[in-house]
């Protein structure tokens, strides 16, 4: 058995912006979908920490940000295995894993986390990761960019679980990519519902890669200060639907397998084959 799915979800997807609180619908729905032969990259770490620790100590982290955004990843990450494991079928094994840039960008280390992803759909166990922001710092992570990038054409960088995902599925070779937002999919203008585009697909990668083009022209906009937006999701999409795959991009209240299904609104970028 190999890889079939590759999966995301963004961190603004669980939570409930009103009630400052996780959004267990959606975590529970879509932990019961997982199943062996999917990777499943997660966010929300920094997000759910944030809040489990103003639940209990009444007030957010004061002090430096950058360490702050670290302590709560820290708190966080144990939250979001719970539920995974508490909202997956019982028969499935759940593995965590924790990866950095570096990971990637030598072969192996790579060659290591994907032998491991494959062994985990042949034993029934379904791997879910995430970056490694507790022991994460910024500067240092610069400094190693800067000269991975001296002597390498593409460097990994992983400074966004969109990236981390799209790699992910080129690694393993993974059919489906499927990103979980907090919106129905691209958008022309986000501020109008209407510019939903629905399918980003061309009969070759040449052509397909051109209406990647032109669309990131016209989107802007993120759901949350410091994210990248629709923008960067279609560039961390490129190199997965230029091998092969395709990319779904879809609101995560409706889960994964009717993004898949096409039974809800979403948007569709891939090489359509005849």
Known sequence: MGIEIVGK????????KEENDIDYNIISRVASE???????VTSGAAEIGRVDYMKRAGRELSGDRREAKMDYCAQGQIILMENYRAFSRPEYSIRQLLVEHQHFNDEAKRENIRRLLLRA????????????????????????LASLKQDHDHVVECVDNDETA?????????????????TEGIYRDASDPSTLVTNVEA???????QKIRILQESCTGASRA????ARAKLEFAVRPALKGATVIIGHARHGINALLERKAPHTRIGVVRS
Do not use: W
């Not at 979800?9 to 409930?16: E, F, H, P, T």
């Not at 799209?166 to 937002?181: Q, R």
């Not at 009969?203 to 890669?209: G, K, R, S």
């Open 121 to 144: 759909a042949e034993q029934n166990a379904i791997p879910i990761v995430n970056y490694n922001d507790p022991v994460s710092d910024d500067e240092i992570l610069k400094m190693e």
């Open 203 to 209: 009969d070759t990668p040449e052509a397909l890669l």
């Open 34 to 40: 997982l199943h062996p032969g999917m990777v499943f």
């Open 226 to 229: 410091g994210a990248n937006g």
């Open 9 to 16: 979800i963004g961190s603004m997807a669980m939570i409930r």
């Open 166 to 182: 799209a790699v992910l599925c080129e690694l393993v070779g993974a059919k489906y990519l499927v990103i979980l937002s907090s």
